[in-house]
Every structure is written in structure tokens, then in C-alpha cells.
């Protein structure tokens, strides 16, 4: 499975930024997650194979929302309310099962990162 992300950027805090990722073929769970620099990537959402189960991390709930097309080959991150803090690295990856995991391990199918910078 080859995964393409898009739709990094800047954003000032307060903003929003969406972010892409198609994948070569149909897929079952996949997940956004990120890394700062000079910190391990972290995780940060996930989505099933059907797109009925979601899972955030706490850092973004509330404040960020997964979704797939019907296709099941891509999933979206939209991004609102951004902070400082979001700033890092996103990577999105592809499970071998159907259903969503917040461990980067069983992730074994990953994109290219896309920078999101949000300044103060």
C-alpha cells in the first residue's frame, strides 16, 4: 500500500487546516499521527475500515475530526482551532485489520509526513 499525504501548511492558532492522505488501494483502519521536533511521533486519530469507529487523542479532541470516502481509499484530518502545539510532522498509515488502533506498531504501512506549522 502506498500512501500520499497533502494538505499541510501554515495556519495561525485559532485557524484550521485539512489534511489528505489517498491510499493506492482500498484499505481497512488508518490513523494520523505526528511527530515535533526533538519529540517521539505521537498519535493523534483514527478511523475503521467502515469509518463508523473513530478515536482521538485527548491533545485534539474536540478540536479535530477524522473521516474516509466511501471508497474506503483516503481518509481526511480536518484540523480546527489550531495551537502552537499542533505544530509537527503528519504521517498517515494504513492497519493490516479493519478496525482503528492508537499504536503507531500496528501501523505498518506509512506516508511521507506533511508539515502544519501554526503560529502564536
Known amino acids: 500500500v502506498q500512501l500520499q499525504a497533502s494538505g499541510g501548511g501554515l495556519a495561525q492558532a485559532g485557524g484550521s487546516l485539512r489534511l489528505s492522505c489517498a491510499a493506492s488501494?482500498?484499505?481497512?483502519?488508518m490513523g494520523w499521527f505526528r511527530q515535533a521536533p526533538g519529540k517521539e511521533r505521537e498519535f493523534v486519530a483514527t478511523?475503521?475500515?467502515?469509518?463508523?469507529?473513530?478515536y482521538y487523542a485527548d491533545s485534539v479532541k474536540g478540536r479535530f475530526t477524522i473521516s474516509r470516502d466511501n471508497a474506503k481509499t483516503s481518509v481526511d484530518l480536518q484540523m480546527n482551532s489550531l495551537k502552537p502545539e499542533d505544530t509537527a510532522v503528519y504521517y498517515c498509515a494504513v492497519r493490516v485489520g479493519w478496525w482503528y488502533s492508537d499504536k503507531s506498531a500496528e501501523y505498518p504501512y506509512w506516508g511521507q509526513g506533511t508539515q502544519v506549522t501554526v503560529s502564536s
Open positions: 478511523i475503521s475500515g467502515g469509518g463508523s469507529g473513530t
Open positions: 488501494g482500498r484499505t481497512g483502519g
